[in-house]
């Protein structure tokens, strides 16, 4: 049985709404118990996200990809991008 690691994930820009998450606090964001190895990819699915390449995700203030490996308290924001002028 593969060890199991704890990460937080934060929705903003209203995933929390598409995903209609009930009781979502954004400063809290979700707490996910997953096997150790786990990519970015196999716990948003986890967390109901099914469409990835809309959005950008951050960990410690560096953009990562669907594909980057968890670790242990990894804290993971995902939001929407947005551009402007």
Known sequence: MAQMI???????SGIDKELKLENYNPTEGMSLSIPSGKRLKWA????????F?????????????????????????????????
């Open 44 to 51: 948003l699915k986890h967390a109901g996200l099914t469409e």
């Open 6 to 12: 704890t990460v937080r994930i934060k929705f903003f």
């Open 53 to 85: 390449s809309s959005y950008a995700y951050f960990r410690s203030g560096e953009r990562i990809s669907t594909w980057s490996k968890l670790k242990d308290g990894d804290e993971v924001s995902c939001l929407k991008p947005s551009g402007g002028g």
